[in-house]
């Protein structure tokens, strides 16, 4: 599975972006998919995650409410809907799928695209 993330830039505090990560291989509908974000200085961190069938939801604390995450097996491609954005939600975004037991570890991911860049500005 290969893992193309885009939809990175810059906005403004309370402002919105969507991220997307198209995936490539055939057995994607079967991953689960998560999306992490690492600022500079910082540790990497989990934001969002989904199961493979969609029903199945997860949020950091940090971005519950204001974040939302799905995908389109269709379409082989995850979204993250960022709304309400703050300052400290600027990082590199990146998506992650695997078949994967606990979400928010990254360790247990196997695949990983190349990150997009998410600057906040107040």
């Known amino acids: 599975v290969q893992l193309q993330a885009s939809g990175g830039g810059l906005v403004q505090a309370g402002g919105s972006l969507r991220l997307s990560c198209a995936a490539s291989?055939?057995?994607?509908?079967?991953?689960?998919m998560g999306w992490f974000r690492q600022a500079p200085g910082k540790a990497r961190e989990f934001v969002a995650a989904i199961r493979w069938s969609g029903n199945s939801t997860y949020y950091a604390d940090s971005v519950k409410g204001r974040f939302t995450i799905s995908r389109d097996n269709a379409k082989n491609t995850v979204y993250l809907q960022m709304n309400s954005l703050k300052p400290e939600d600027t990082a590199v975004y990146s998506c992650?799928?695997?078949?994967?037991?606990?979400?928010?570890?990254?360790?247990?991911?196997?695949?990983w695209g190349q990150g997009t860049l998410v600057t906040v500005s107040s």
């Open positions: 992650a799928a695997g078949y994967v037991r606990n979400l928010y570890y990254a360790r247990e991911y196997d695949y």
């Open positions: 291989g055939r057995t994607f509908s079967r991953h689960a």
